[in-house]
């Protein structure tokens, strides 16, 4: 079991990197080990598993920025330099309470701090200071129906071409104690370049789970229908959606 959940972590940090990358991801065995080790590794850490949780000293002083370019429409430049007053975190879907909160109303709800390490599919990690809501609190608020199975996080970046980053959770990685929308990092408030003024940590998986710069999180029964339909803008390129560390 250990050897098999090696074999799928050790191939999809390759997957993402470089020349590698093509050779692995049009290799159909390769789909089929990560494939086989997803259902594995989701049972096994992501509805159970903590992620190492550090102490002040381990802090990287420079928390690296990677993704999309930081989003430079007007409506997004509006609201940074009106500090976010205009911004609403939309959470409707398959909910009994749809919500549309204010950073406000965001901070009065229970809080949580944690010091986790950010793990890139590229290969790369860096340990972070992060304060925010846990998504757990923000999805209570909304009652999911009896039918919700995943959340969808529907973000303000895009790849250059117009295709909107998203990203997803089922509902147990999303009430995970860690799974958190953070507003802070390392004592200060999120810049836009990490992701202002909310994004999502999901420390016990890949980096590309935890998506910036969200504008609204959907709740649905099923993302099959959700752009590519894989769940993810990196999972309709061929990404494992259960990204488990």
Not at 22 to 47: D, F, K, M, P, Y
Not at 80 to 85: K, L, T
Not at 151 to 157: K, N
Not at 209 to 222: D, M, T
């Amino acid at each position: 079991m250990k050897r098999r959940l090696f074999i799928a972590s050790a191939v999809s940090t390759l997957a993402g990197c470089g020349p590698v990358s093509a050779a692995l991801n049009q290799n159909q065995g390769v789909a089929r080990v990560l494939a086989s080790a997803e259902g594995l590794n989701h049972a096994l850490i992501g509805t159970r598993g903590l992620a190492r949780e550090y102490g002040e000293r381990d802090v990287a002083p420079t928390f690296r920025v990677n993704g999309f370019a930081t989003p430079s429409d007007q409506r997004y430049v509006q609201m940074v330099r009106g500090n976010f007053a205009a911004y609403r975190l939309v959470v409707d879907g398959a909910v009994e309470s749809p919500q549309a909160f204010t950073l406000a109303q965001l901070r009065r709800l229970p809080q949580r701090t944690q010091i986790t390490r950010h793990d890139c599919v590229e290969g790369w990690s860096v340990i972070g200071k992060w304060s925010g809501v846990p998504l757990a609190a923000v999805l209570a608020a909304a009652q999911p129906r009896g039918d919700a199975r995943f959340v969808v996080f529907r973000c303000m970046d895009n790849d250059g071409a117009g295709n909107l980053y998203y990203e997803s959770l089922d509902l147990h990685q999303a009430r995970h104690p860690q799974t958190l929308l953070a507003m802070r990092l390392n004592d200060a408030p999120l810049d836009p370049d990490h992701g202002a003024p909310v994004r999502l940590r999901v420390p016990t998986q890949l980096g590309y789970k935890s998506a910036k710069w969200i504008a609204r999180i959907e709740v649905v029964g099923s993302f099959a229908d959700v752009y590519g339909g894989h769940g993810g803008y990196w999972e309709d390129q061929g990404y494992e959606w259960y990204a488990g560390i």
